[in-house]
């Protein structure tokens, strides 16, 4: 099992606190109608995480014109990308990866805990990227597409954790 070091930690609950209060107060089960037609993506609940549209370009490694295309992108009004962020969600699918074993494990003694929805997990890490890809504008700017390049998702396993998180990119 890995282990998180003391600022992966801090980060989480740093994460944590920004946590919108309406998120917490949602109802914990999905309510009728909250599927869209084709269950891909839950509506509403406790976000829909197809609200944002986001777009990604990611690239095998460098020299392959991926920072021209993210130029080109962010010359078109209402784009908003950002460059590298080092893999961050790496850490972000590690740590979903993690709470999802916790949720695996009884519920009584030693393991004691409430259900957790990893729907509102998800939720937390587009509102994060949306935090680090917005900055102080977060709230404010409403561009029309947001998004990152990155150059390190390149494994299967990342390109499903992407399709989990951001289901209608």
């Not at 869209?36 to 839950?42: A, G, K, L, M, R």
Request: glycine share 8%.
């Amino acid at each position: 099992m890995k282990r998180f070091s003391l600022i992966q930690r801090v980060v989480v609950v740093a994460w944590l606190t920004m946590v919108e209060a309406r998120t917490l107060l949602q109802q914990t089960d999905a309510p009728a109608g909250a599927l869209d037609n084709n269950s891909t993506c839950v509506r509403h609940y406790p976000c829909d995480l197809c609200a944002t549209n986001w777009l990604f370009v990611l690239a095998a490694g460098g020299r392959t014109g991926s920072t021209t295309a993210l130029s080109m992108f962010n010359n078109v009004p209402g784009f908003e990308l950002i460059g590298e962020h080092g893999g961050l969600l790496k850490s972000m699918r590690d740590m979903a990866g993690e709470v999802e074993t916790f949720t695996k494990q009884p519920k009584t003694g030693a393991w004691q805990h409430n259900s957790i929805d990893m729907q509102y997990i998800r939720c937390n890490i587009q509102d994060l990227m949306k935090r680090l890809i917005l900055g102080k504008r977060y709230g404010v700017a409403n561009p029309r597409v947001i998004g990152f390049k990155e150059l390190r998702y390149t494994t299967l396993n990342m390109m499903s954790f992407l399709s989990e998180v951001f289901p209608c990119a």
